[in-house]
């Protein structure tokens, strides 16, 4: 659901959000669709897929507790990370 606060996304930025959906979860591997996850609001080219649990999950989600990010040791940069590196290796 889009924010009401956000602008709409533009063609290219709707193209690569499918994508990051089409993705497996960066951080358990969860099978797609994902949820498109971006570190900024409104900066879609770096969304990173992340099942429901992993990115709003009370407990192990990115605005929960963050209890999975925490077993990994991973920050949202070490998700961008492996999310670009699954880019490049399609």
């Known amino acids: 659901m889009q924010s009401k606060n956000k ?3 533009t063609s290219a930025e ?6 990051i959906k089409s993705m497996a979860c960066v951080v358990c591997e969860a099978p797609p669709p994902s949820e498109a ?10 969304s990173i897929p992340l099942c429901a649990d992993c990115h709003r999950g ?24 492996e999310t670009i590196k699954r880019f490049g290796d399609n």
């Open 7 to 9: 602008k709409a996304l």
């Open 14 to 19: 709707r193209v690569h959000v499918g994508m």
């Open 37 to 46: 996850h971006e570190p900024e609001q409104g900066l879609w080219f770096v």
């Open 58 to 81: 009370s407990i192990n989600g990115w605005h929960g507790q963050k209890a999975m990010w925490r077993l990994k040791k991973w920050q949202e940069i070490d998700a961008l990370n």
